[in-house]
């Protein structure tokens, strides 16, 4: 089977840094991937980590470990608008994504 | 550019009826798939496509069917809806793995 875990919840205030970490067990692993999901939106892409190291992309950034099956999420310089879902999720073959439960950050002023 | 469209935005189904949520990209992107959120949930992998003509089923298959007879296009079809199916459905697309999901913003869909 394949199964990702990642906190349900995150509180932090605004300009600090937080990070959303994400395990996983799965079987025909190609990546690793982020979304943001604000109430009753859609998901949008984050980033992507095919490869171990991190990834920068403006205040965030993504990490990967395959040996450990472990990614982070950190987000700097925290903002009231980054109050919002965060999910991780996995690729499989075929090019699909599998999706963790996701963690809620709350950002307080 | 409109990216995922998908119809319709809301619907009220009662038990037993049928309906087809449509989806439709118009980024050439070969890859279309459907998931569906429960509150406060992650994101379930109902059906996906790879290219036209090419379909395969994810991790919530049963109680659906879909079909991909143009790029564009990939609809989700919902035969005797049953309560457990009040989701939320969203449907995406890529170009490949490792590209990032484009989605719809989701049909919202209730069954009584």
């Known amino acids: 089977g394949q199964s990702l875990e990642q906190p349900s919840e995150v509180t932090a205030v605004e300009g600090a840094i937080v990070q959303i970490n994400c395990t996983y067990q799965?079987?025909?692993?190609?990546?690793l991937s982020w979304y943001q999901q604000h109430d009753g939106g859609a998901p949008t892409f984050l980033s992507y980590?095919?490869?171990?190291g991190l990834e920068e992309t403006g205040r965030f950034s993504s990490f990967l470990s395959r040996s450990d099956s472990y990614g982070y999420l950190l987000l700097q310089e925290l903002q009231m608008k980054d109050s919002a879902s965060y999910f991780c999720?996995?690729?499989?073959?075929?090019?699909?994504?599998?999706f963790g439960q996701g963690t809620e950050l709350s950002v307080k002023p | 550019n409109a990216g995922v469209t998908q119809t319709p935005k809301f619907r009220i189904l009662k038990i037993g009826q049928s309906m087809t949520l449509q989806c439709t990209q118009d980024?050439?992107?070969?890859?279309m798939y459907w998931y569906r959120q429960d509150p406060g949930m992650g994101l379930k992998l109902i059906y996906y496509?790879?290219?036209?003509?090419?379909?395969d089923k994810g991790e919530v298959p049963n109680g659906y069917n879909v079909s991909r007879s143009t790029t564009e296009d990939f609809p989700l079809r919902l035969e005797l809806a049953a309560p457990s199916q009040t989701s939320v459905y969203f449907c995406?697309?890529?170009?490949?793995?490792?590209?990032?999901?484009?989605f719809g913003s989701g049909t919202r869909l209730t069954v009584v």
């Open positions: 999720a996995v690729y499989n073959q075929g090019g699909k994504l599998i």
């Open positions: 496509s790879v290219g036209a003509g090419i379909t």
């Open positions: 980024m050439n992107h070969n890859y």
């Open positions: 799965t079987s025909g692993f190609y990546g």
């Open positions: 980590n095919g490869l171990d």
């Open positions: 995406a697309s890529s170009p490949g793995t490792g590209s990032g999901y484009t």
